[in-house]
């Protein structure tokens, strides 16, 4: 994947780099490997323009997934060692350096500016020269924020020195802020603070050398056995299933009353056998506990399947169960997908057994996959209906401090969940339920916290209003859409909706050509848009709802050039046929529910 872009970019890049973007997030949320098992690299450069291939002999070579790399003299004996964290696991490792000699030479410098020379206090952007008499060549280092992905390296600039090197006495320090200044009475083998504008190098108190063992981690063999316990319980969305006479039930209606674990099985799975014939035993523990078991087949899922209801119920008596079951359809199965995904950032397969504990109201609050202990499941029964605080501290392995009062929750990725499932009911369920706990006037967008309430509903009731409108409900798309701008005036998303939605409704109630004209002048004030095809023909469109055909017909014009240039034949056909309706006196009419851009 390509640098973020830096400068203003054409839509078509942006939007080539966005949906890179995306497709990598992806691969992360399905578990794939960046590197694809390739072993690290580390190369020594060799002074005359090559670079030697080191990474066996450093013992870097390891096919670990790496992310950050710490550069740093961890054990304080005068060469650098390394810190690397990675995607798997083991998540952090310490690379101690043993590779020079005891009597390699080296020297470190920690820096301070002065801000009131315009350099920052720890001296970031500054650049550290080493005065060699007789050097052929500048030994010179300058002082980052930031080293690579995810990492910074320490503030120390840190030389090697060979053994012609070990003589020098003074440095030359360009100063963030541009003054140049030197210092000296400087002695190889120690490390020493420069302080800007004192002119004189004072050394740094030796520390204690630190003694490492170096050990082998034992590493877990690959599962998908694993327990998930929510942070945060998610409202299950309509959940139905078929018992073997073919009658539909719903666990909604049974979370009403008592909690529901919900097991999900397969006649050819020798586990999911073992797990049922322990929920059975168990059964007694369960009702005093206030748990509905739930076990469902997914066998007739399968392509080829021939295993009938009357199968699949002889073998879960077989199996030894003989509590509440049937079958699993396709529809709970990819509704429980659309669960894990929205409480689950790695997910890309559920294997069988997999469980769900609902707690009572219909709340998810914990997944298994795999099999699970009854004792796990009755222990996690007994954390459910706490405080928010307990739920979070069930959900950890360790303790540790959470984040979330600086990362609100977002109830957009939750509906955006169900809406790429297909679940629009759900998805505006959930935004509805949002708004009845954080509904608020719009608030002082000078304000920080409000503002950001402000962003928060305004992209709510956006979302609503998009839901609306693949519902073909256009009175409440309008609704949503006007009430997301008293928030936010300046969406460009929501001001392109809504000046489309006015200016080619198929309802009289609806449509208003200067009303979509307003919001599209408006829309087209904004910086970097000027030619994207895409908004471009939302003013048209506009336009000729207003009655102003010959500016809609310049902007179609515009706009099939714009496309033309960039070779998007396709697209620029839409228009041309927009242009010849425009050029006959007739505005824009979509049918509800058509795509919009």
């Not at 450069?45 to 997934?65: V, Y």
Request: glycine share 10%; aromatic share 6%; hydrophobic share 40%.
């Amino acid at each position: 994947m390509s640098q973020a872009p830096e400068t203003s970019r054409t839509d078509e890049e942006r939007d080539s780099y966005l949906s890179a973007f995306a497709e990598l997030a992806q691969r992360i949320r399905n578990g794939a490997s960046f590197s694809g098992r390739e072993r690290h690299c580390a190369f020594l450069n060799t002074g005359q323009g090559s670079f030697a291939d080191i990474s066996a002999l450093s013992g870097f070579g390891m096919p670990s997934d790496g992310r950050g790399l710490a550069v740093t003299d961890w054990d304080h004996d005068g060469d650098l060692d390394l810190w690397l964290s990675n995607r798997s696991a083991p998540r952090l490792q310490f690379l101690q350096n043993r590779i020079p000699p005891p009597e390699s030479g080296w020297i470190s410098f920690r820096l301070q500016g002065d801000p009131s020379r315009n350099c920052p206090r720890d001296g970031i952007g500054s650049q550290v020269e080493l005065v060699l008499p007789g050097a052929g060549k500048r030994r010179v280092k300058t002082l980052h924020a930031g080293n690579g992905l995810m990492s910074q390296s320490s503030k120390c600039l840190h030389f090697g020195l060979g053994s012609k090197e070990r003589n020098l006495s003074t440095v030359r320090v360009r100063w963030a802020g541009g003054m140049s200044e030197e210092f000296k009475g400087i002695a190889a083998g120690h490390r020493w603070r420069l302080v800007q504008g004192s002119g004189q190098a004072l050394p740094t108190p030796a520390r204690e050398k630190i003694s490492l063992s170096p050990g082998k981690m034992p590493l877990a063999l690959p599962t998908e056995v694993a327990r998930i316990r929510l942070s945060q319980p998610l409202k299950i969305p309509s959940l139905t299933y078929l018992d073997f006479n073919g009658k539909e039930r719903s666990i909604n209606q049974l979370a009403d009353q008592n909690a529901v674990f919900l097991n999900l099985w397969a006649t050819w799975c020798a586990p999911c056998a073992a797990e049922l014939e322990e929920l059975e035993k168990a059964r007694s523990e369960f009702a005093e506990a206030g748990i509905e078991i739930v076990a469902l087949n997914v066998d007739q899922l399968g392509p080829d399947s021939q295993v009938t209801p009357s199968k699949a119920s002889a073998a879960l008596r077989k199996f030894g169960f003989r509590g509440a079951g049937g079958l699993a359809e396709e529809e709970l199965i990819s509704r429980l997908e659309q669960s894990i995904l929205a409480s689950v950032y790695r997910h890309h397969r559920m294997p069988v057994p997999v469980s769900f504990l609902i707690d009572r109201g219909g709340w998810l609050s914990a997944i298994y996959k795999g099999p699970v202990e009854v004792g796990q499941i009755l222990a996690d029964r007994r954390e459910l209906g706490k405080s928010p605080e307990a739920a979070l501290a069930a959900a950890v392995p360790f303790p540790g401090t959470w984040a979330r009062s600086h990362f609100p929750g977002d109830p957009m990725t939750i509906s955006a969940a169900s809406l790429e499932g297909g679940y629009r009911k759900e998805a505006q369920t959930t935004l509805l339920e949002y708004l009845n706990k954080h509904q608020a006037p719009p608030g002082n967008p000078e304000v920080p916290e409000e503002r950001t309430r402000n962003m928060q509903l305004g992209q709510v009731y956006f979302q609503l209003g998009e839901i609306a409108r693949l519902e073909k409900q256009q009175v409440e798309a309008r609704s949503s859409y006007l009430t997301s701008l008293r928030y936010n005036k300046r969406q460009l998303p929501v001001l392109n909706r809504l000046a489309w939605l006015l200016a080619t409704s198929s309802d009289p109630a609806v449509r208003d050509g200067p009303g979509a004209l307003g919001y599209a002048t408006f829309m087209m004030q904004a910086p970097g848009i000027a030619e994207n095809p895409g908004l471009l023909g939302t003013l048209a469109a506009a336009q000729a709802a207003a009655g102003n055909f010959p500016a809609a017909i310049e902007t179609t014009t515009r706009i099939i050039g714009i496309l033309e240039s960039r070779q998007a034949n396709p697209e620029a056909e839409i228009h041309r046929k927009r242009l010849t309706l425009f050029q006959q006196g007739n505005a824009l009419t979509i049918t509800p529910g058509q795509p919009a851009p």
